[in-house]
Structure formats: C-alpha cells, structure tokens
C-alpha cells in the first residue's frame, strides 16, 4: 500500500513549527507611557526641528504623565538626545544594514532603547521588550524583529565596552576619543579644547559636565524676593555666586509651576548668565547712571534683571528685539518695570546714541548651553560659526557708538568657540578704538577665571552653561 503521508521537514533543534494562518493573534503589548512620550518627543524633534524642552512638557500635559513616568520620559527623551551620536556608532556597528538605511522611525527607537540599555539602570530585558513592544505596536512584526536583534546585540557590551571597541586611540586622537566618549560632535570638542588649552584631563572634564543633566537654576527678581527668600519657598540652595540666584535639583519638576515663578518674583535664569548680566552693572562710570541699554533683548531674561535693577535706581532701560513675537515676551515679563522695548535691528535700532551701559548678549551657536538643549549638537555645523560672526561684530560694534565716552559695553554670548569670544572682541576694540577691561573683578568670589582680561565660564568649574563675557569701554 502505497503511504501518500508527506514527509515533515526537519527543523533545527528547538525551533519553533511555523504559525498556522488560523492561529490566534498575540495580543498587544501595553506601551509604557512614559518611554512613548520620550520615543514621540524624539521623533518631533527629527521631523520638525522641535526643541526637546518645549515638545516634552508639552505631551507630559496632554496625555497627563506625572511623577514617576514623567521623571522617566524626562530622562529618556534628554539622555537619548544628548547622546545620539555614540549611539549612533554603536547602533552601525550591531546592524547588519547601514543607519542611513533604516527607516528614520525605527532609528529614534533603536536610540532610545540603546540609551536605556547603556546609561540608564533599567534592566536589560525591559529595555529590550518596552521598545520592541513599541515598534511592533506601530510598524509590525518585521521591524520589530529587526530592533529586537539589534538592542540584542547592543546589550552584550556596557558602555565603556563599546567605547574601547570604536573610540579612536586615546594616545593618537585625544580630542576624537573624548568627543566619542562624551557624545559630541568632534569639531565642538575641538573648540572647547581650544578655549581650554587641554586635550587631557581638563577637556575630559569639560565634556563630561556638558554631557551631564544640570540642575535648574532660578533668578530673584530684585526688589521683589530675596535669594534666601527664594530657596526657602522653593526648596533650593541659594546660588553659590549670584546674589539673586537659586540652585534646584534636576528632575525637580517643572520650574514653572513654582509660585514665584507663576508670579513674576523669580524666573528660570543659569547662574552664568545672572553673573553676566551682573558684570555689566559694576565697572564704575563717571556722572550719570540711569540710561542703560540690551541690544539683543529676547527672550527678556537678563532684561528682567537689569531692569529690575534700574528701576530701583530710578533709571530705564531700553530693550531692543528684531522678532516681533520675541519683543513681546520681553514686554510680558518686564511689564511692570522701568523698561522700554523696542522692535528693531540692534545693528540699527533708531535710538539716541548716550548710554551708560550696553548690553550685548549676541546671537551665537549655544555652544555653551549644549547640556540644557540636548539636540542642538547634533544640529549645529562649523558653518554657523562664520554665519554668526559677521552679525557679532556687527552688533557689538553698534552698542560701541551708542554707548557714551567712558560707558560700558558688555559682550555676552553662551559659547566657548574662540572664533565666538576673543576673535569678535579682538577685532571691534582693533576697530572702534573702545578699552577691553578687565573683567575678572567684576565676577566677585567666583574662581578659576583664567588670564582675562575677557571671562569664560565652564560647566566643570562653575556649574553654569559656558558663558563668555567681555567689557569694554567706549571712548
């Protein structure tokens, strides 16, 4: 009798027989909320050059994510950001397909579950599974599979692993091993090795505290609340330079539910930009005192301080900001001060020249503010550097001639780039005849300020943003 039974393949030992098509579905996996908040901040940040801090409190509001899930989505969203580019590296190494050809959707998940595999505490397993979960929910079984392989792969090594595996030779290339290390562009670290004097341990230190989430930082708005006043209402420690400023925790929650800030006596202010604003105010200047000036006045920050303090001295500011939308936010938070804002080009804004004090905090790349705004890294070039500095020296060269003899200018940028700070300073004093002062004394108790005359701050150093601030004086 003939057997008409086929056969059955044979299968690899402890494999699985395939699906039958009338075979239940699997359920879905519940997405965590807090790690679909991270992975969709992370995608309006790719898809329409969306700032991470503005897009996440965002969604934490509309899909009411509190506490602990928002502390999470918090640490995701800004961790994956600032660290994309050594994710990058790693993620190229255990694909078997290039990153340029992965969907753009599939790689902000692969970020964002190699970061949590590599810098966070979560174990391995739900790193792996949460995102996989996520992409199966929206893409399907195939891509699933493909992140679950990769993040697979990912987990075998820890961070300083993969980092003794692809970084260059710390002996050869010091600058690219750190920039590797720390999750930085090559050419920024470059530039704060630059501004340093170090490609060792001092540069090393540098990137680390800009790869570092900070602490919030808050302003008291003077003659409204006392620093200690502020601490004390909000739970801080009183800055350890600024007289006004405040010092919260990281993941303290949003600062702007505090109810000094709700009410205008505080405002969320890095102590570095406090102390640049301050050193404006305190060469001294001979006769009158009461006209000052900020030429680049959005988004009314260090407008607020110093009009706050003119306004106790019975003088007025006058604050300058070409965007529209941005002058009316310096009009919002100064509303109830002795200032006078003005929508116009600071290269040219219209006023009568005369001022005591001018303040000009440039436009710059941020380079300095790189740990408070995680993906602008990754979106600056060095082309920006020379698109910026025609405008820098532009504008300070402005507030020279509007400035009266013998009044101060200060210079002010968030950026260590050299090309940003010495370089525009060089070349306006070279061309308008004004006197670089010395600005270290008018940074009272803060230390480690270097040569001067000009003063660089550092996240290592000072725990503010790297700010740089110049004084001259006009003649």
Request: net charge negative; charged share 25%.
């Amino acid at each position: 009798m003939n057997d008409h039974r086929r056969r059955r393949p044979s299968r690899p030992n402890g494999s699985r027989p395939p699906k039958r098509k009338d075979s239940p579905a699997r359920p879905p996996a519940e997405v965590d909320p807090a790690r679909q908040v991270a992975l969709d901040v992370l995608r309006a940040v790719r898809e329409r050059d969306a700032y991470a801090n503005l897009a996440l409190p965002q969604l934490l509001g509309q899909r009411k994510v509190t506490g602990r899930d928002a502390a999470l989505a918090t640490e995701l969203t800004y961790g994956t950001s600032r660290a994309a580019g050594l994710l990058d590296e790693i993620l190229a190494a255990c694909s078997n397909r290039p990153l340029s050809d992965v969907e753009p959707t599939l790689l902000d998940a692969l970020r964002l579950g190699a970061y949590q595999l590599l810098r966070t505490r979560i174990p391995s397993h739900a790193a792996v599974a949460s995102t996989v979960d996520m992409v199966r929910a929206e893409a399907g079984s195939r891509p699933a599979g493909f992140v679950n392989a990769v993040l697979r792969r990912v987990g075998e090594r820890d961070e300083a692993g993969w980092i003794a595996e692809l970084a260059p030779d710390p002996a050869a290339d010091p600058v690219g091993h750190l920039a590797l290390r720390h999750s930085h562009p090559r050419w920024i670290a470059q530039a704060f090795a630059d501004a340093l004097g170090s490609t060792g341990d001092e540069l090393a230190a540098a990137l680390a505290a800009d790869d570092a989430r900070p602490a919030v930082h808050l302003v008291a708005r003077p003659g409204e609340i006392s620093a200690d006043e502020l601490a004390a209402i909000t739970g801080g420690d009183p800055a350890p330079y600024s007289p006004y400023g405040v010092h919260l925790e990281a993941g303290a929650g949003d600062p702007g539910d505090l109810e000094p800030v709700r009410e205008g006596f505080a405002a969320v202010q890095d102590e570095g930009s406090q102390l640049a604003a301050l050193a404006v105010t305190r060469p001294d200047v001979a006769g009158s005192d009461l006209r000052w000036l900020d030429l680049c006045a959005g988004p009314g920050g260090k407008a607020n301080l110093l009009g706050a303090l003119v306004t106790l001295d019975g003088g007025v500011l006058d604050a300058v900001e070409q965007a529209p939308h941005r002058a009316e936010l310096v009009r919002g938070i100064t509303r109830d001060l002795s200032v006078r804002v003005h929508v116009a080009d600071g290269r040219d804004p219209g006023l009568e020249p005369g001022y005591d004090r001018v303040l000009v905090d440039a436009p710059c790349t941020g380079l300095g503010a790189l740990r408070r705004r995680p993906e602008a890294r990754w979106r600056r070039s060095p082309d920006d550097v020379g698109d910026l500095g025609k405008l820098q020296r532009e504008l300070l060269l402005a507030a020279v001639s509007l400035a009266r003899p013998g009044g101060v200018v200060g210079y002010v940028v968030c950026s260590p780039h050299l090309a940003e700070t010495e370089g525009v300073v060089s070349d306006v004093v070279r061309r308008s005849g004004a006197t670089q002062l010395d600005a270290r004394p008018h940074f009272p108790d803060v230390p480690h300020l270097g040569d001067g005359p000009g003063v660089q701050l550092w996240p290592h150093l000072h725990g503010t943003d790297a700010m740089y601030c110049a004084l001259l004086r006009a003649a």
